[in-house]
């Protein structure tokens, strides 16, 4: 398996080459050259296993440069019952017929991101002693993140944590959790602003490529397309928990500011999971929604960037909306680095309104 970028720098990467990267030189986000696609035969041999054997045979078609053994004991260490305080480690609730709830918060700060970035802890620590090297981790968060990456990484060999946050824009739970590691390896810088801004100087410091590897930065923003695929594993468990046969379709409301989690099960569904609907919650920060009721995305300034109680969600610029983008233009990198570079930088917006590859995105049952 190889992987380009969104914007269409020519070299092809393997997987461990982008999990020490992060975000393409051109500026672009990793996606793997195609999804593999499951079938009948395969989703009935994975109905019965547990959630570790489950992410080993999801993440093994997207990863080749482990070793199977190695990637399979990594799955192991990273989802027991006692990290996540259940075997299921993403039970689904049933509250009335046809409607469940993913429990998504049983990690170590109650975060849905504990489920990718313990898994990304224990990859970066395996690849890194592998090679013998260093790596400094630059990261953003409105408050989910940063706990969840911190705990993940504290301790890690080889690793330093600078993570970032909007200063005074934080849940006072999420900032006590961050801010009382005494971990070595952990560092945290509060901005003046919102997480946008944070965003900004992670995209920049990625896109120098010499100051990234004189430095050895990487990121586990889900910019990472580490933390992404680790999030397709559970789209796969809530669909077999919730189904007896692959015939059934199922929808999943996911809500969204950095469009990380729902891009998750937009891969699902590329790679053929019977989803039928993904629905994008957002709170007052609706950038996301009014790009997918009008075609307009438009990014929010400082000013226009409202402070919820959801703070996790007051993002107005979701960086993972490019993969989306990428696949729904037919995987065109010509345009979309013309739409995520030229025109958002210039004017701050694109519309894809007229563009039938939308229209028939918005005309979906």
Same mark, same amino acid.
């Given at each position: ?80 019952? &006692? ?72 301790? &890690? ?209």
């Amino acid at each position: 398996m190889h992987y380009i970028s969104t914007r269409g720098r020519p070299e092809r990467r393997k997987f461990c080459e982008i999990l020490l990267e992060g975000l393409a030189p051109d500026g672009g986000l990793y996606v793997p050259e195609n999804y593999p696609l499951v079938d009948d035969v395969m989703l009935n041999r994975w109905r019965g296993l547990s959630y570790p054997d489950l992410a080993f045979e999801i993440l093994s078609l997207y990863i080749d440069d482990i070793p199977p053994a190695d990637l399979k004991a990594i799955c192991a260490k990273t989802y027991t019952s &006692k990290v996540f305080g259940t075997d299921r480690i993403t039970p689904v609730r049933t509250l009335e017929t046809g409607l469940h709830v993913a429990e998504l918060s049983n990690g170590p700060t109650l975060a849905f991101k504990d489920i990718a970035m313990q898994l990304l802890g224990n990859l970066l620590e395996y690849e890194l002693a592998r090679r013998g090297e260093q790596l400094n981790i630059l990261g953003a968060t409105s408050g989910d993140t940063g706990s969840a990456a911190e705990y993940a990484m504290r301790g &890690k060999k080889g690793i330093r944590v600078f993570m970032m946050s909007p200063h005074g824009r934080m849940s006072a739970f999420q900032q006590a959790q961050m801010f009382s590691l005494q971990d070595a390896n952990i560092n945290n810088i509060a901005i003046e602003g919102v997480f946008d801004d944070c965003q900004d100087i992670v995209k920049a410091v990625s896109g120098d490529t010499d100051f990234k590897q004189r430095h050895r930065i990487g990121a586990v923003n889900s910019i990472n397309w580490a933390r992404l695929v680790a999030q397709v594993v559970y789209y796969f468990s809530a669909y077999f928990q919730v189904t007896e046969e692959n015939s059934s379709k199922v929808n999943f409301a996911v809500p969204s500011g950095n469009f990380g989690n729902v891009c998750a099960g937009h891969v699902a569904r590329m790679m053929e999971l019977p989803i039928s609907r993904l629905v994008v919650a957002t709170n007052e920060n609706d950038v996301l929604d009014e790009f997918f009721r009008t075609g307009v995305y438009r990014v929010r300034g400082r000013a226009g960037t409202f402070e919820t109680s959801s703070p996790s969600m007051d993002i107005s610029k979701a960086s993972n909306l490019e993969r989306f983008v990428f696949d729904l233009l037919g995987r065109d990198a010509s345009r979309t680095r013309s739409l995520f570079d030229d025109q958002l930088r210039e004017s701050g917006s694109f519309d894809l309104s007229g563009d039938p590859a939308f229209v028939q995105v918005a005309e979906f049952p």
